[in-house]
DNA sequence: CACTTGACCTGTCCGC
DNA sequence: TGCGGACAGGTCAAGT
């Protein structure tokens, strides 16, 4: 699913095209989808005003101005696509969309505001939801209240960085990578590119890293999903922005999907194996298997 | 504590 | 053309 960089593009997207709309009506089909008390929905979402969309981590917050939000997570296959009315088909270019008319069968969620203009949750494997809550209560979350700090802030530095990863020093350095608690954000695309740019060995002991690997693990991990930002994520399958548009960070990656191509860097032929019980794409030269002790 | 497996779901692809 | 199994960007919970 969507890691930091596709959910962070989907932002972008949604504060140009539906901040200070007014919603006039939800509709849903699957419950664990939109768990919401229909007395929520009527009193603090039916007519509230769109005041702004954040981020943190890989959770999207719609802000209403009934001091409610919409919390949001795509998981592996979620979509929010906006349409203007009578709009059919993805904006500028249908041919580079990956959504047709909407709603589809994947479509779990429709928001309609009052200008006719709808945004459409799409989720094939229903692992998503959308969920209502007052804003003032979203930072005690459980969630919210684990997280690590955002990569991209201007204030997260390598020795946080080090700091954060030594909490779990006898892991493998993909796992702790992928855990939210350490790191917001990172997800199995930006794991794999981000240890082939720091030339780590992703079962390798977070202690058995020396610091000036663990310096280019961050400016590498950094400079993935800015390149990615830029580039509108990556779309393998299902992803896409707030546009219907799918994003190309994918034809700039070393290593992630290109298993049986060669190393950009040493032209090794990259493989993929399963470390942390995910699909992992390594270039067995430049990211040598750690001494196993 | 840390790692693995199973759940949650649907769809696609690959081998027989 | 069909069927079974593995696999897919993410988290949780439970088991070892």
Not at 168 to 183: E, F, H, M, N, Y
Not at 223 to 245: C, F, H, M, P, Q
Request: aromatic letters at 8%; hydrophobic letters at 40%; one cysteine or more.
């Amino acid at each position: 699913m969507p890691e930091l960089p596709e959910v962070e593009t989907v932002r972008i997207g949604l504060s140009q095209l539906i901040v200070d709309k007014q919603i006039a009506a939800v509709n849903y089909d699957w419950p664990k989808s939109f768990p919401n008390a229909a007395k929520d929905v009527q009193n603090y979402l039916i007519g509230a005003q769109i005041t702004g969309v954040r981020r943190r981590a890989k959770v999207l917050l719609i802000d209403l101005s009934t001091a409610y939000s919409l919390v949001i997570h795509l998981k592996m296959t979620g979509q929010l696509v906006y349409r203007g009315a009578g709009q059919r088909f993805g904006a500028g270019h249908p041919n580079d969309s990956l959504v047709g008319e909407l709603p589809d069968k994947s479509t779990r969620v429709t928001f309609t505001f009052k200008d006719g203009t709808k945004l459409f949750f799409n989720d094939q494997r229903k692992f998503g939801w959308v969920r209502l809550m007052p804003t003032l209560e979203i930072e005690q979350l459980d969630f919210f209240q684990k997280v690590g700090p955002e990569p991209l802030a201007g204030d997260f530095t390598a020795g946080q960085f080090r700091q954060r990863l030594m909490r779990r020093p006898r892991s493998g350095i993909k796992a702790v990578l992928l855990d939210q608690t350490v790191v917001a954000g990172v997800g199995n695309i930006y794991a794999d590119e981000s240890l082939w740019g720091a030339k780590i060995h992703p079962e390798t002991k977070v202690a058995d890293i020396p610091p000036r690997q663990v310096m280019k693990l961050y400016e590498a991990l950094r400079a993935v999903l800015a390149l990615s930002i830029e580039k509108g994520g990556s779309t393998d399958r299902n992803y896409v922005d707030a546009g219907g548009r799918r994003g190309s960070y994918l034809t700039f990656a070393n290593v992630f999907r290109r298993e049986g191509k060669l190393c950009p860097r040493c032209g090794t032929v990259i493989i993929k194996t399963r470390v942390a019980g995910r699909g992992t794409h390594i270039c067995p030269h430049c990211q040598m298997t750690p001494k196993m002790l």
